[in-house]
């Protein structure tokens, strides 16, 4: 009797091990500043996606797809959490900033986990670290190790502010300890020469914001001194970032996984190896996405090799809207030609524009989903509560309180998309159908237009615009239309004050 249960437990265990294998692996691909109009398969003719196209034309392309937010650490924070950004006053964040995501916050990372996947983190992180005093020669915690991920491989924030190295789990990779990190945003520490004191020693200029330690060649937001064993050569990331996220994949076969794999490209400073160097006419931008391309390839062919791929979903996209000139004079707008990063669209990142947000979206899951072409309106937001759909996880009544389920629609079974789709940048936008609507604002921000050269899409008066007729949100409607008005501010105001949308 005794020898008789232990085979049924045996086979029960089997059975529960058997049901947690079958659950797809997921890697979402997070590009850094990749616009509508930069890939050829949403229609750029002067640089060619070999790989990305691959997915869109093997799964579901979206043509209505966007980011949370029209920058970066905003967008990040809304993926990984289904939050809306503006409920933790999210911005930009500096370099040194502490952990943006409190570790008792629900995440997508820890709802996989609890739910038998191994997940990690390899790329660019920009949502902070520590608790504001972080010592980089030692623990570097918390991180994302304390909100779901198992391993960690990172850009401590973004590559144009330092500290210039990477970060491996907790510790800095490949520190000598007799040379010691210094980090400071204020006051200049160290001997180190800077972009505005030597503009010789760089590659190319930049403006004073981004001209501080001179890092490969390149000045960066912020003083460093110390660390130089373990600082980067931005030209290998894209590399290591791959091997990393191969060795993590090898591990992993025994068990789902979560990936979040956050390219660097094609974000400032745009430095790509040189087999890339020349592949376009576009300069070092275009280059860079080629170089993008070209390591997004090499990852699916790992999948495809390890033969993983079928019991693969793959989500790929971008955190907002396409930039040029950015803080380096890199030659992105004098060497742009006929490219249009935004495709028709209107603005760039930082904007309220539909361009700010709307960005190439990707879900790819070959011998599973169809491939086609889907104009549902849908957002990264909506992926934390979407997969947990998917794998049969009952969210709780605060965990991802603005991700709406929507598997479905992902998955291109259904064509039901957001019916109201918020939009983050310097103001708060909707979208309702085919209607987009504007916030006001008390006063437009000058900075978007001066340093940026980027329309900001704010006014003082309430905008409408009506993209089925408009898709260049150049005529306001709103003055026509108060009634619509009038209900789009009102939901605003619902989704501001009511945090628990489900």
């Not at 160097?277 to 495809?304: C, F, K, P, S």
Request: glycine share 8%; net charge negative.
């Amino acid at each position: 009797m005794k020898k008789l249960s232990l085979i049924i437990l045996s086979l029960l265990l089997i059975s529960l091990v058997s049901a947690q294998n079958t659950r797809p692996n997921i890697v979402i691909i997070y590009v850094d500043d990749l616009g509508y109009g930069d890939l050829s398969c949403y229609g750029a003719t002067e640089v060619q996606t070999p790989n990305v196209d691959k997915l869109a034309n093997g799964g579901v392309k979206f043509t209505d797809g966007h980011c949370s937010a029209a920058t970066c650490t905003p967008s990040r924070y809304s993926l990984l959490t289904g939050r809306y950004a503006f409920r933790k006053d999210a911005a930009v964040l500096p370099g040194d900033a502490p952990l943006l995501i409190s570790a008792d916050r629900p995440t997508l990372p820890g709802m996989l986990k609890q739910n038998g996947y191994r997940t990690a983190v390899i790329g660019k992180w920009h949502l902070g670290l520590g608790n504001g005093d972080v010592d980089w020669n030692g623990k570097v915690a918390p991180g994302p190790l304390e909100i779901g991920f198992d391993y960690s491989y990172l850009i401590p924030s973004t590559g144009d502010r330092v500290p210039s190295v990477m970060l491996e789990n907790h510790h800095v990779v490949g520190l000598d300890p007799e040379d010691p990190i210094k980090i400071n945003y204020k006051k200049k520490v160290g001997n180190d020469p800077t972009g505005i004191e030597n503009p010789e020693l760089l590659r190319y200029p930049s403006d004073t914001f981004h001209g501080k330690t001179i890092v490969n060649g390149v000045s960066r937001i912020g003083y460093m001194s110390g660390g130089n064993s373990a600082r980067f050569r931005d030209e290998t990331v894209p590399y290591q970032m791959l091997n990393k996220a191969r060795l993590f994949i090898d591990e992993s076969q025994e068990e789902p996984f979560f990936l979040y794999f956050a390219f660097h490209d094609i974000h400032v400073p745009r430095l790509p190896d040189a087999p890339f160097i020349g592949a376009t006419n576009m300069g070092v931008r275009g280059d860079a996405i080629v170089q993008m391309d070209y390591i997004t390839g090499e990852l699916i062919n790992h999948l495809e090799k390890r033969g993983l791929s079928e019991n693969t979903i793959i989500v790929f996209s971008s955190d907002n809207g396409p930039v040029l000139d950015d803080g380096y004079s890199d030659e992105a707008v004098e060497l742009l030609g006929k490219h249009k990063p935004a495709g028709p669209f209107r603005g760039n990142k930082y904007s309220a524009y539909e361009a700010g947000t709307r960005v190439p979206t990707i879900v790819y899951w070959p011998g599973t989903l169809e491939a086609k072409e889907s104009d549902a309106l849908v957002t990264h937001t909506d992926l934390y509560a979407s997969f947990a759909e998917l794998i049969g996880h009952q969210l709780n009544e605060t965990e991802a309180p603005d991700s709406e389920a929507m598997w479905s629609t992902f998955a291109g079974e259904s064509k039901k998309g957001r019916e109201f789709l918020l939009e983050e940048s310097v103001t708060l936008s909707l979208r309702h159908g085919n209607y987009k609507y504007i916030h006001p604002t008390k006063k437009n921000p000058s900075w978007i237009k001066v340093e940026k050269n980027i329309e900001s899409g704010t006014s003082i008066e309430p905008q409408l615009f009506d993209l089925s007729k408009d898709i260049g949100e150049k005529v306001n409607i709103a003055a026509k239309n108060k009634k619509l008005v009038k209900k789009l501010q009102k939901e605003i105001e619902r989704i501001q004050n009511n945090e628990v949308t489900r």
